[in-house]
């Protein structure tokens, strides 16, 4: 079974339950890859703060963050989020304050601060079973990827992005998709983004990443049976 981290302080050093590798725990790593954050902010000797939070349209996602996001970390780590819509903007953050948690997501090669200067990528573990490949996809598509029909230029075309300006971890997705037998884009810069992407567009491309990987965000899923569909 899987082990229980003991601490009898409170707040947070509270416990948190610690899992096994699974496709559940590599779709988490995703999420947090993709629009997540591991903020560990500590002055002096003190105890200062530490939180894992992932970030989200608050119109669009908030479905998935307030329902399968927050869910995700509960039966993971036992620990209930807290949500935080941001003041004239569409953003909503499922917050986790957790040392416990920002300690194991450090462990996990999720480094606190910032994912660009860190170059934070897929960890080592995950690249053992197709199925934590499929699931660290999942999430980072989930979060930080887009789906869409190219209208203008080819319409009945579609592709599914991923736009981020974590070199690595763009290097590392294109990786993956290769791995699992995707015919994925080159790895190409976006100037006017300062960013990297790589997608898919062929049609038989779209149907084998809705067969084998899929969204758990509704609203992505949902674009994608359509264009699916027969």
């Given at each position: 079974p899987p082990m229980t981290?003991?601490?009898?302080?409170?707040?947070?050093?509270?416990?948190?339950?610690?899992?096994?590798?699974?496709?559940?725990?590599?779709?988490?790593?995703?999420?947090?890859?993709?629009?997540?954050?591991?903020?560990?902010?500590?002055?002096?000797?003190?105890?200062?703060?530490?939180?894992?939070?992932?970030?989200?349209?608050?119109?669009?996602?908030?479905?998935?963050?307030?329902?399968?996001?927050?869910?995700?970390m509960e039966e993971l780590f036992e620990l209930k989020a807290k949500f935080y819509k941001q003041k004239n903007a569409n953003e909503l953050m499922v917050i986790v304050h957790s040392r416990k948690l920002v300690d194991y997501c450090t462990r996990m090669g999720l480094k606190p601060g910032n994912k660009i200067a860190n170059q934070t990528t897929i960890p080592e573990w995950i690249w053992e079973k197709k199925?934590?490949?499929?699931?660290?996809?999942?999430?980072?598509?989930?979060?930080?990827?887009?789906?869409?029909?190219?209208?203008?230029?080819?319409?009945?075309?579609?592709?599914?992005?991923?736009?981020?300006?974590?070199?690595?971890?763009?290097?590392?997705?294109?990786?993956?998709?290769?791995?699992?037998?995707f015919i994925a884009s080159k790895v190409t810069y976006i100037k006017p983004n300062k960013s990297y992407r790589v997608y898919l567009t062929r049609k038989d491309q779209i149907r084998k990443y809705y067969k084998d990987i899929g969204f758990s965000n509704p609203r992505k899923q949902a674009v994608l049976t359509r264009m699916t569909a027969p």
């Open positions: 981290i003991s601490n009898k302080s409170k707040g947070s050093l509270k416990d948190i339950k610690t899992p096994r590798k699974s496709s559940k725990l590599a779709e988490f790593i995703g999420i947090v890859l993709g629009d997540g954050n591991i903020h560990h902010y500590q002055r002096g000797k003190k105890v200062g703060t530490y939180m894992v939070r992932i970030a989200g349209d608050s119109n669009r996602d908030n479905q998935y963050l307030r329902g399968y996001v927050a869910n995700l199925s934590f490949l499929r699931a660290v996809i999942r999430g980072l598509m989930d979060t930080d990827g887009s789906i869409y029909e190219l209208k203008s230029h080819w319409p009945g075309l579609f592709q599914i992005v991923f736009d981020n300006r974590n070199l690595t971890l763009v290097k590392d997705l294109h990786r993956a998709f290769a791995s699992l037998g």
